[in-house]
């Protein structure tokens, strides 16, 4: 992958701001591949300020989450559904019934309603297809190498579906739900790394000293699914922007 060192996050939201907005210039129906968590957030504002400032239509851009819990109603302030709205359609003006989260069908359905999540993963990567799709993909990664919700383990060929949460991911993301592990849901839909692989561009971000191991092995390890990011590795265009903490275990 290419890597660029950057001092801060809003460089590298400046990066990836001028990236999109002139991809949308060029393609007013460009598709876009949308994450959640803090390492996307100055990213998208860079976007906003850019699409503000040259009245850039955005109007016909689509959008895909990469990933959603399963259990939560659409409209649960910490659903991604609710999560991407507010940190990317809203301040972006993007049409929302042209953005979609993975089990955006399911609405807070139950785990015990096999049938209909097992269908929700493959009719997402249709949709994703029938797009066209997806121009550039934006990932955070996890202290443990995780992309979307790919935990360490997950099959490198994985399509979107249903996955169990890693314990050490609820407990990252009780802060969102009070404090209390129990609140956190115990599934989620995903996409899969094939799927994150199909993306023509992949642009992911990493800032801090925890990401330091991570990013290393996602260079510079071998290809593994112990450390799903590293697919990064064999993908034709795939830009890695990191701060120089995050960058500072790399040879
Ligand atoms: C978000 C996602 C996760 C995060 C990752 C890093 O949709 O799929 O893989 O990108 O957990 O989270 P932050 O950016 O909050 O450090």
């Known amino acids: 992958p290419e890597i660029i060192i950057v001092k801060n996050e809003a460089e590298a939201g400046a990066i990836y701001g001028r990236c999109v907005a002139n991809l949308i210039k060029a393609k007013p129906d460009a598709v876009l591949g949308l994450a959640t968590g803090s390492s996307p957030l100055a990213a998208y504002r860079a976007l906003a300020e850019i699409v503000t400032a040259e009245s850039i239509d ?31 359609i809203e ?20 785990l015990e309603d096999g049938e209909r999540i097992a269908a929700a993963g493959p009719a997402y990567d249709r949709a994703i297809e029938d797009a066209g799709g997806i ?10 190498g995780h992309v979307g919700f790919n935990e360490p383990g997950s099959s490198l060929a994985s399509g979107t579906r249903v996955k169990t949460l890693a314990e050490q991911t609820r407990v990252d993301n009780a802060r969102f739900f009070d404090g209390d592990i129990d609140k956190v849901p115990t599934h989620c839909i995903t996409q899969g790394i094939g799927t994150i692989m199909k993306a023509r561009h992949l642009v992911l971000l990493a800032f801090g000293s925890g990401k330091a191991e991570a990013i290393e092995e996602t260079v510079e390890g071998g290809v593994s699914a112990y450390c799903p990011a590293s697919a990064l590795q064999m993908h034709p265009h795939a830009t890695i922007i990191v701060d120089e903490e995050a960058a500072s275990r790399l040879r």
Do not use: C, M, N, W
């Not at 955005?58 to 910490?78: K, N």
């Not at 993007?94 to 953005?99: F, I």
């Not at 121009?135 to 443990?144: A, H, N, P, S, Y």
């Open 135 to 144: 121009d550039v993909q934006i990932l955070g990664i996890g202290t443990d």
């Open 58 to 88: 955005v109007s016909q851009v689509r959008g895909f989450a990469l990933d959603e819990y399963i259990g939560l109603p659409l409209e649960h302030p910490e659903s991604y559904h609710s999560t991407i709205r507010r940190t990317v």
């Open 91 to 110: 301040p972006l003006g993007l049409d929302p019934a042209k953005v979609r989260v993975p089990g955006d069908a399911l609405d807070g359905a139950p």
